[in-house]
């Protein structure tokens, strides 16, 4: 599987953005999808997650501003971000997950997300 993302770029704090990641499976809709970011020198971090079921999790740091949601006609993931912040500002890098027989875990090439005070 590979996963393609967009959207990312500069915005000024306040401002939102929308993260596109589109995956290369006609099976897209039995894999949970999810949004991480990694910060300059910080560990990467779970932002949103959403599994096959359509069931949504977020960061404490999102919550309210925040929304990851999934097309699976077009096999593609999506992280709309309001009310962005600068502590927002890093690499955001979509995941596609599932559990069957084996572990099947895969990364895209990861989108930069700038948010200037």
Known sequence: ???????????????SLRLSCAASTSIFSIYNMGWYRQAPGKQRESVAT??????????????????ISRDNAKNTVYLQ????????????YCNAFRQMLKIENYWGQGTQVTVSS
């Open 1 to 15: 599987v590979q996963l393609q993302a967009s959207g990312g770029g500069l915005v000024q704090a306040g401002g």
């Open 50 to 67: 959403i599994t096959y079921g359509g069931n949504t999790n977020y960061a404490d740091s999102v919550k309210g501003r925040f929304t």
């Open 81 to 92: 971000m309001n009310s962005l912040k600068p502590e927002d500002t890093a690499v955001y």
